[in-house]
Structure formats: structure tokens, C-alpha cells
């Protein structure tokens, strides 16, 4: 199984960018999907999430400005961003708890994709 994530990019504060993630391998099905970011010096965080029946959950910080959805026929999560900030610069890093045909449940990571916003 693996978690192929892109999207990221540059942008001026104020602009958008949206992140793709798309599972691959033997799945049998996934279940949680999220986004998480890291910036240098600070702990990996979670940015948003999204249950196998839609349900989502956003950090404080996102909220309002970010999307999260996902496409299950594809195997695939999104990450829309607007408005975004300086602050919001990170590597960003897609995870989905997914059964693997004769593997546990366990949750697996994406490669991470850079976001940096700068003027």
C-alpha cells in the first residue's frame, strides 16, 4: 500500500492550493482519512480529517478556510486551502487507516508535499 500525495507548491498569502492524496495498493477498504503538517522546529499536527461516512474534524487554525473531502471510488483525499497564510507553511503529509487484503488495519503515511506561503 501507498499514499502518493501532491499539490503543494508556492503562493502568496491570500491564494489557494489544493492537495490531492490518492491510496494504492491491495485495499480491501480505508477508513479515516486526514491531512497533517509539520514545520520546521514544531510537532507533526493534524489539519483536518475525514471519516468513511463523510464526517470531518478541522484544526482551529483551518477552519473556515480549509476543505477536506474525499473521493472513495478513486481512493483519494483532497485538501482544499484558501486565504492562506504565512503561518500555514509546512510539509504537509496525507495518512489513511486502511485495510490491506492479508495485512491488521494500521494506519499508513504519505511522502509529504511542501505548502509554503510567502510573499
Known amino acids: 500500500v501507498q499514499l502518493q500525495a501532491s499539490g503543494g507548491g508556492l503562493v502568496q498569502p491570500g491564494g489557494s492550493l489544493r492537495l490531492s492524496c490518492a491510496a494504492s495498493g491491495t485495499i480491501f477498504s480505508i477508513n479515516d482519512m486526514g491531512w497533517h503538517r509539520q514545520a520546521p522546529g514544531k510537532q507533526r499536527d493534524l489539519v483536518a480529517s475525514?471519516?468513511?461516512?463523510?464526517?470531518?474534524n478541522y484544526a482551529d487554525s483551518v477552519k473556515g478556510r480549509f476543505t477536506i473531502s474525499r473521493d472513495s471510488a478513486k481512493k483519494t483525499v483532497y485538501l482544499q486551502m484558501e486565504d492562506l497564510k504565512p503561518e500555514d507553511t509546512a510539509l504537509y503529509y496525507c495518512?489513511?487507516?486502511?485495510?490491506?487484503?492479508?495485512?491488521?488495519?494500521?494506519?499508513?503515511w504519505g511522502q509529504g508535499t511542501q505548502v509554503t506561503v510567502s510573499s
Open positions: 495518512s489513511a487507516e486502511i485495510w490491506s487484503i492479508g495485512h491488521p488495519v494500521r494506519n499508513y
Open positions: 475525514i471519516s468513511r461516512g463523510g464526517s470531518t
